[in-house]
């Protein structure tokens, strides 16, 4: 997104408030030789993007943030729980065939496989391509014998900030990451149970609901 383009007047006004803060609107519009509803709608569109702080009988300070650092507050802030989704799992003696077939019914671009519960590997659409393409019996090959096996796994938690589950995705180029809990399971062994998925849809949805507003409940 493009820094906001500020007027001269609108950077004017923020020189001020650096300068006197804190400073009234009457103060404000009498060093600029205006009227207070003529600088009305500049404090407001300052206001509300961050630049400018109004303290009711106090008066503006300035805040230094811009639209763009509210934005990334926001996201980094956001927890990995609020805009996760339905992962799509198979046991690891599941035939390619059968996950080749579960990953189109699906729509999905990675499905994740288990074993008693606990997260072992994943399987993308590259992997499943690549095994296609050769001379191997899909039918009879498990999906445990191509999959990306723990621990060279990324994956994130709830706790985590959706900003880390998108640098995720970018820096190990893939469709996206388990979200995980640490469990232990029937057999005492440790390790982690997939609740949810974090994908490249995932985030782009996060910027078109920011975009149109749906997250003020979050």
Known sequence: MNPIELTNRQKQIIELVKKHEPITS????????????????????LTM????E????????YSGQSVNNMISD???????????????????????????VTLFLEDVGTIYIHSGGLL?????RKDFLKIALG???????????????????????DDDSAYDAAAKIILH?????????????????????ITG?????????????LCNDKLGGL
């Open 26 to 45: 009457e103060h404000i519009a009498e060093q600029l030789n205006m009227t207070r509803a003529a600088l009305r709608p500049d404090l407001t569109i």
């Open 49 to 52: 993007s961050g630049f400018l």
């Open 54 to 61: 109004a303290r009711p009988k106090v008066g503006y300070l």
């Open 74 to 100: 926001f996201i980094k802030n956001l927890k990995v729980e609020n805009i996760k989704s339905s992962p799509v799992i198979v046991s690891e003696d599941t035939t390619v065939y059968d996950a080749i």
């Open 120 to 124: 072992t590997g994943v399987a993308s």
């Open 135 to 157: 001379k191997t019996d899909i039918h009879k090959v498990p999906v445990g014998i191509i999959m990306t096996r723990m621990p060279n796994i990324a994956y994130v938690k």
């Open 173 to 193: 180029e893939v469709d996206s990451v388990p979200v995980v809990e640490q469990v232990c399971a029937e057999n005492g062994k440790t390790g982690y149970k």
């Open 197 to 209: 998925k974090v994908s490249k849809t995932n985030i782009t949805r996060l910027f078109f609901d």
